[in-house]
Nanobody, 119 residues
């Protein structure tokens, strides 16, 4: 079982930046960030495998996903944050198979979430 631990959430003003981190107990094939706000479905934000990445249209150009394989750590650099980016951000992973398109049901490992507030 892969354990995922997120960190880096917090409160920033619009236009500010945050860097989220997710450390896994061991390396996984596909990793992604999802976010969710009350009353809305959990939505994919960004995902990454070797040589390929995905970004939701709403964050493309502002967010950057990356990973440090030596540390088994996933990152999400969030710049130019907007109030609508405020959400609980979840790190997710699975060991193999199809990564894209990102579907929450394809991910069997989840972190507990880290809160991002933009106001």
């Amino acid at each position: 079982h892969v354990q995922l631990v997120e960190s880096g959430g917090g409160s920033v003003q619009p236009g500010g930046s945050l860097r989220l981190s997710c450390t896994a107990s061991y390396r996984t094939y596909c990793m992604a960030w999802f976010r969710q706000t009350p009353g809305k479905e959990r939505e994919p934000v960004a995902g990454i495998v070797t040589g390929s990445s995905y970004y939701a249209d709403s964050v493309k150009g502002r967010f950057t996903i990356s990973r440090d394989n030596a540390k088994n750590t996933l990152y999400l650099q969030m710049n130019s944050l907007k109030p609508e980016d405020a959400a609980m951000y979840y790190c997710a992973a699975h060991g193999g198979g199809v990564c894209f398109p990102l579907k929450s049901t394809n991910f069997n490992y989840w972190g507990q979430g880290t809160q991002v507030t933009v106001s």
